[in-house]
């Protein structure tokens, strides 16, 4: 087959997993065998969607909601806890049913500590997903959802699983010595383990374009590869094939095999395989291949934002990185490579990450030139070093750890400086309009017409310095920027009205709308974990004025008094509380009033 046939394949792999329609399960597979006989691709990419399509729709027949029942039994943790607002939760497997587990207290504390793959003795209630979580959590192939109430006795599972999570607690026993803010970027990079990072960290991360730095991905794979080529060069081919196939697949164990980490290791062992055959198959049609198989073993990838944004980013590079490098030729050829690959990759992301997200920030390019090479050296040290300090112990393991002190330092410090860059975003419209620009000079440069060809390029040009320098709209009335977060901004005045939103889920909202600054927060409940919360927006949101219920656990936050009205920009805002929550209507100040002011006469002029 054709490269060409090959990304055609893939993309009807996708287009059939998305689909999901009933075929006859042996339809798809008659047909593949029918195009190899008579070696027609067309028929071997209709194949690809008769299959997926036949398994997808399978795959969501089998994730029927549960019936409300009581469980007590020995159960499987799927992925590691993660702990969430006082909460621990885990994807776990209770006979063929996977579902996500809760647990507070002691039992969250019992289940804190285990790892992907161990078998625990779990009592508690299983019902069906809420209509909000259902589809999102349908692509990993949960169900339901258990509330913990016992917490019993523990094992490590099955051996390969065992071997795993030695590793695991192997590199993460050496990172001891390590500030906690190091360890959890020390995971990021290494293994593609999140938990733990503060929602300050993340959100510079995703503000600077740098998220991909923290996951697993294909350049992991080729580290370990790298660092193994000298044991593997003194076996023979066929044994040194099937030891190189071992070694990827126990690498995806370790990372937990996430939709990037799945990618890359189908790639790689694509790759392996067919150099060791004598046939090297170029990367896009190496990438094809990997898509088609992941597809049809799992289709519901196909949803998996995860998944999308990995395929995204490696078709970016494959197409474009050599081209945009060799055109960067006035600089040296490693900030030219560098500059090549960031920028395919975001062009290639772009079309998937600016409508979920809103926007990808301009500031990615020059952060990652800055921190992508100093990424790579952790990910080579971390996986070789690394692991020689959690097996030696301390205190060799804190001079090992050295290097990773210094760079994990600068990755973080070059996140926190590009997320702040006042760079903006490029949205839909920017993406839209480059988009027709640069097909604009493509096809004027290949009916070699010079001024459309200017034209084009100026077109594209203009669309990213709109994206870099043109400020947000100003006026939002009442927009849920997350759930249990709703924001008002109008006249210079800014409201925030918080109940039970995500920390970080706000942060993000907030610095992509280049809000800086809040005038007033509302507090609707008050509660500890809604203290936590605001002290994680203060560290960057300059925050003027926090309301709270009586009893608040929400530090210098202000009572009102029921009926309070206040005045912030051209906003009206009266507060009432029933003794335990606030409730708050907010209209229009009629045009520009101070920022924040009692009304005259407004029985809360004390606040």
Do not use: C, Y
Request: no cysteine.
């Amino acid at each position: 087959m054709t490269d060409r046939a090959v990304v055609a394949m893939a993309a009807a792999a996708g287009l059939g997993a998305w689909w999901g329609h009933p075929f006859p399960l042996a339809l798809g597979p008659a047909v593949a065998v029918l195009a190899l006989v008579a070696r027609r691709p067309a028929l071997l990419v209709l194949a690809a969607l008769l299959v997926t399509s036949t398994l997808a729709e399978r795959s969501w027949q089998g994730l029927e909601p549960p019936a409300p029942r009581a469980v007590a039994a020995e159960v499987e943790l799927v992925s590691d806890p993660v702990p969430v607002a006082g909460a621990v939760r885990v994807e776990v497997r209770v006979g063929r049913r996977r579902v996500l587990a809760q647990a507070r207290g002691a039992e969250a504390a019992a289940l804190r500590e285990r790892l992907a793959g161990e078998r625990v003795w779990i009592e508690g209630w299983l019902r069906p997903l809420d209509e909000r979580s259902r589809i999102w959590l349908a692509r990993r192939h949960v169900s339901g959802r258990l509330a913990v109430v016992a917490v019993g006795a523990h094992h490590g599972g099955a051996p390969p699983a065992r071997a795993a999570n030695a590793v695991r607690r192997t590199l993460h026993a050496g990172t001891a010595s390590l500030a906690p803010g190091h360890r959890s970027l020390f995971g990021g990079f290494v293994l593609g383990d999140r938990r733990g990072q503060p929602d300050v960290v993340e959100d510079d991360f995703r503000g600077s374009g740098l998220t991909h730095l923290l996951v697993v991905s294909g350049k992991n794979v080729a580290l370990l590869l790298v660092l193994v080529r000298p044991v593997l060069a003194r076996l023979a081919l066929r044994p040194r094939l099937v030891v190189t196939i071992g070694l990827i697949g126990f690498f995806g164990l370790v990372t937990r095999f996430e939709p990037s980490v799945l990618r890359a290791s189908v790639m790689a062992a694509i790759a392996v395989t067919s150099s060791s055959l004598g046939r090297p198959a170029p990367s896009l049609r190496t990438l094809g291949l990997a898509v088609t198989a992941i597809l049809i073993v799992d289709p519901l990838l196909v949803g998996h934002l995860a998944f999308a944004l990995s395929v995204a980013a490696s078709a970016g590079i494959v197409v474009l990185a050599g081209p945009i490098a060799a055109r960067l030729s006035m600089l040296p050829r490693p900030v030219a490579d560098a500059v090549g690959v960031t920028v395919a990759a975001q062009i290639g992301v772009a079309p998937v990450l600016v409508p979920v997200f809103e926007g990808l920030p301009v500031a990615s390019v020059p952060a990652n030139v800055l921190a992508a090479p100093a990424a790579g050296l952790v990910k080579a040290w971390g996986m070789s070093a690394g692991l020689a300090a959690g097996v030696a112990g301390e205190p060799l393991a804190t001079a090992v750890h050295l290097p990773t002190r210094v760079l994990t330092e600068w990755i973080a410090r070059v996140a926190a400086w590009g997320s702040a860059l006042p760079l903006g975003v490029v949205r839909p419209g920017h993406l839209v309009a480059g988009a027709a620009a640069a097909l604009v000079a493509l096809a004027a440069r290949r009916w070699r017409r010079p001024v459309a060809t200017a034209a084009g390029v100026a077109g594209l040009s203009a669309a990213l310095l709109a994206a870099a320098l043109v400020p947000p709209r100003d006026a939002v009335w009442g927009e849920e920027i997350a759930h249990g977060a709703r924001l008002w901004r109008a006249g210079g005045g800014v409201v925030l009205v918080l109940d039970g939103a995500d920390a970080g889920r706000v942060l993000d909202r907030l610095r992509v709308r280049g809000v800086r600054r809040v005038d007033l927060v509302v507090s609707v409940r008050g509660t500890r974990t809604a203290g936590g919360a605001l002290h994680t927006l203060r560290q960057r949101v300059a925050v003027d004025v926090v309301l709270a219920p009586p009893g608040h656990r929400v530090r210098d936050a202000v009572v009102p008094t029921a009926g309070s009205v206040l005045v912030v920009g051209s906003l009206r805002v009266q507060v009432g509380t029933d003794g335990r929550t606030l409730a708050v209507d907010v209209g229009d100040a009629g045009g520009p009033r101070p920022v924040v002011g009692a009304g005259a006469g407004d029985p809360g002029g004390d606040v």
